[in-house]
């Protein structure tokens, strides 16, 4: 920071919970590794008093496992926000929140980007670029935000940051599209072996659809290489045979963006699973290809 005249805040909501903390974390690092030029320096800042840190006990957990110490951590009452507002020398991108508390009002207008999985509570200035979509966790934002970077930029610890949170946070929000009575959505999942043996699976399928009232159910998965690159896997369910068909044709024949599917073996005759060749194509480029096909 003291090399630095103009400082870049990433900060998270008020619970600092794990996927505020991670998301924080790893939005700030690819910030610093994409900015161009003469850039001020990227800070993530945790939104609590570092006497309160022990409390977040699956944070400390995965830090500490991921062999970052505490230490190395900036915390809200270590840091004068306020004060760097008033020099102009701040501007502000908030993750998994979007409209800070009444104490903060004043540094409203430093906010430059939001990143929330929540709905919008209120509109945003021009100004402030606004990324606000109905997924299980902020950290899935700021994952598919760095796919879409330049390659390379992914390192280990980062990815393994986002591959813990997305485990301990347990994160399962998806994404519908509709037609008519039929319902078909896009669900994130951690792997696509653990889904395709997972004992009962068509009941639970059968089940989670039932319930929800969906026709049908498209699973991605993400994992990292060696290389910390990313490869993804679909599965397509329905227990509706021209439905099924409908989705897998429409994913088969893509070409905005084609994702250079290759079949995969499945035990189940009502899932179709596919290596996805185009990696960089993430949900909410493949939820207009199933809403078209709809």
Known sequence: IRQHQEIHVVMGNEACDLDSTISALALAYFLTQTSPGAKPAVVPVLNIP??????????TFLLRDRGIPAASLIFRDEIDLGGLHQAG?????????????GADAALEEAVVEVLDHRPLERE???RCQVTVEPVGSCATLVTERILQGPPGVLDGTTAALLHGQSWLGRGHGGRECHTGDITVTLRPLPSAQTFLLRPGLLQDLEAFCQHRGYAGLVAMTVS?????????KLAVYSPQEPLRSTLCRALEEATTPSLLLRPLPSPWPCVVAYAQGNATAARKKVLPILRAAL
Request: without cysteine.
């Open 124 to 126: 945003r200035g021009a």
């Open 50 to 59: 570092r006497a309160d840190f022990a409390l977040r006990t699956e944070t």
């Open 224 to 232: 990292f290489n060696e290389r910390h690159e990313p490869t993804r």
């Open 89 to 101: 020398l701040l501007s502000l991108t908030l993750v998994d929140h979007h409209v800070l508390p």
